[in-house]
């Protein structure tokens, strides 16, 4: 990633980024849903 950030993203490349941490809150919030059911002594069910 050499000279990434120089340059100004591109609006696709700035779409990107946010589904990328878009998915990545999305991934971290089933995974603290999961625990909470885990701790709770309910399997998740998947």
Do not use: C, W, Y
Not at 9 to 36: D, F, G, T, Y
């Amino acid at each position: 990633m050499g000279g990434f950030v120089s340059k100004t993203p591109s609006p696709a490349e700035i779409e990107r980024e946010r589904r990328l941490a878009e998915a990545l809150r999305e991934n971290l919030r089933k995974r603290k849903a999961q625990a909470r059911e885990a701790k709770a002594g309910t399997p998740p069910k998947d």
